[in-house]
């Protein structure tokens, strides 16, 4: 669950509060999407929710835990174990394969499960099964489309089986019909652990995935209420 209090974010050398008192409860489970002009602040809020900006007013908590009160272990932790983020600009490197890319997440998430190479390939291919991806292990990204790099980039971090993923606009680089299929993968993984997905985007077909449709506007997060099923 992710309880955002009275989030203020300002730049320096920026008198604006881009952030000015956010409030909003996600549920566990919940896949929500963001959305909002361009330059409201999406990617700040994602940044302070993942963990990635700490200079921010207002409380973040994170299945109970505040991350102002992490120290330096628990933060690097909760950055490498708990919460997966895609970015916009996904980049995978192109002299590895697609599994040795999804892997990648085990040399920050080291856990039991995924300590020997063959584990690590055996978890690279499940994720990358879940996102649709089925057989591409051994090929390198650049052979294949962007929407498809895109999902590998999700399987990614989905690799250390995070509570919570963030996904950053991720359609720029997504075909069509892509990103809704993702959120609807990503929402049959609701049963198995709870993942949590928040996710800004303009993409019609992810908005429509999700159970719940959050608009940023001067700085606070609105409920849209045409946004739950
Ligand atoms: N590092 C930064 N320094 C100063 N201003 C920034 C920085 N990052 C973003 N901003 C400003 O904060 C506002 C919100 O940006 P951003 O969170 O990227 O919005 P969005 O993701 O919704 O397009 C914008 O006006 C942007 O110019
Ligand atoms: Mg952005």
Redesign the pocket.
């Known amino acids: 669950m992710i309880r955002i209090t009275d989030l203020e974010k300002r730049?320096?050398?920026?008198d604006?509060r881009?952030l000015a008192g956010a409030r909003v409860v996600i549920g566990a489970g919940e896949i929500a999407s963001l959305v909002?002009?361009?330059?409201?602040?999406?990617?700040?809020?994602l940044?302070i929710v993942g963990g990635l900006d700490t200079k921010y007013s207002g409380n973040v908590e994170i299945d109970g835990r505040d991350l102002r009160e992490l120290d330096d272990v628990e933060l690097a932790h909760y950055r490498r174990r708990r919460v997966g983020v895609v970015f916009q600009a996904y980049h995978l490197l192109d002299h590895l394969s697609c599994a040795e890319n999804v892997a990648i997440s085990a040399l920050f998430g080291r856990s039991g499960s995924t300590s020997t190479p063959r584990a690590r390939r055996r978890r690279a291919d499940e994720v990358l099964e879940l996102v649709g991806l089925a057989g591409v292990g051994d090929l390198r990204p650049h052979r294949l489309s962007g929407g498809e790099r895109q999902r590998v980039a999700i399987a990614r971090a989905l690799f250390n089986r995070p509570a919570l993923l963030l996904l950053?606009?991720p359609t720029g680089n997504l075909d069509a019909t892509t990103g809704g299929e993702i959120l609807e993968l990503l929402g049959a993984l609701h049963g198995a652990g709870g993942l949590t997905v928040l996710a800004?985007t303009h993409d019609p077909t992810i908005v429509a995935a999700g159970s719940r449709r959050l608009v940023?506007t001067d700085g606070l997060i609105v409920d849209d209420p045409r946004g739950r099923p």
């Open positions: 730049y320096p050398a920026d604006r881009v909002g002009r361009s330059g409201c602040g999406k990617t700040t809020l940044n950053d606009e800004a940023m």
